[in-house]
């Protein structure tokens, strides 16, 4: 029982252009999302969040949609860069819980 | 400054044998979680340390994984009877617990093989 979805397993993006990465999730009780991009052989490294009281979150080039609605957030990337290639994961915490529910993750690749 | 380590970095283990990974989070962080990442899946939450108060084990999937963090510095993950679905990449994080902050630090994890 997934309740932290991310449907696309890879994306590929040409350098310059947007980068969208999706993530549905299905529990209401969700309060905080998190973003979380990994290297190979490396951890993963916080991007961006947004709290459920809020539909939209800026950083730079990284901006986070919220659709509580629909359950859905997603992750623009733009302009895209050769170094944003990695794994993006998705990532929820429960109201008044601690560990995080993670997706399984969108490889994407930013093509020259 | 440092960030989280986690040693071994690769651990090989034959079926049935005890394993110990360690975690070293960011000096000053009071909250320490574990994860793991098994081939093709996102993280799954373990277990998670917040200061002196009682660990919340909810994520543990069996009596044979345990942790203890000493001092609240540094915790030991501990897996008894290894078995082959353990096999896995084992991840650290800590985090300040600072009020809005809600981000973890991971550590680099550690790489456990179940022959």
């Known amino acids: 029982d997934q309740q932290v979805k991310q449907n696309s397993p890879s994306l590929s993006v040409q350098e310059g252009r947007i980068s969208i990465l999706n993530c549905d999730y299905t529990?209401?009780?969700?309060?905080?999302f998190l973003w979380y991009k990994k290297y190979p052989a490396e951890g993963p490294t916080f991007l961006i969040s947004?709290?459920?009281?809020?539909d939209k979150n800026e950083d730079g080039r990284f901006t986070v949609f919220l659709n509580k609605s629909a359950k859905h957030l997603s992750l623009h990337i733009v302009p895209s860069q050769p170094g944003d290639s990695a794994v993006y994961f998705c990532?929820?915490?429960?109201?008044?819980?601690?560990?995080?529910?993670f997706g399984k993750g969108t490889h994407l690749i930013i093509q020259p | 400054g440092a960030g989280v380590s986690q040693s071994p970095s690769n651990k090989v283990t034959e079926k049935g044998k005890d394993v110990e990974l360690r975690c070293d989070p960011i000096?000053?962080?009071?909250?320490l979680y574990w994860y793991r990442q098994s081939l093709g899946q996102g993280l799954e939450f373990l277990i998670y340390?917040?200061?002196?108060?009682?660990?919340?084990k909810s994520g543990l999937p069996s009596d044979r994984f345990s942790a203890e963090r000493t001092g609240g510095s540094v915790s030991t993950l501990t897996i008894q009877r290894t078995q082959q679905e353990d096999s896995a990449v084992y991840l650290c994080?800590?985090?300040?617990?600072?009020?809005?902050?809600?981000?973890?630090?991971f550590g680099p994890g550690t790489r456990l093989t179940v022959l």
């Open positions: 994080a800590s985090s300040p617990r600072r009020q809005g902050a809600h981000e973890q630090f």
């Open positions: 529990n209401s009780m969700f309060d905080y």
């Open positions: 947004i709290s459920s009281i809020k």
């Open positions: 990532a929820a915490r429960p109201r008044g819980a601690d560990g995080l529910t």
């Open positions: 000096s000053g962080h009071t909250a």
């Open positions: 340390f917040q200061g002196n108060s009682a660990p919340d």
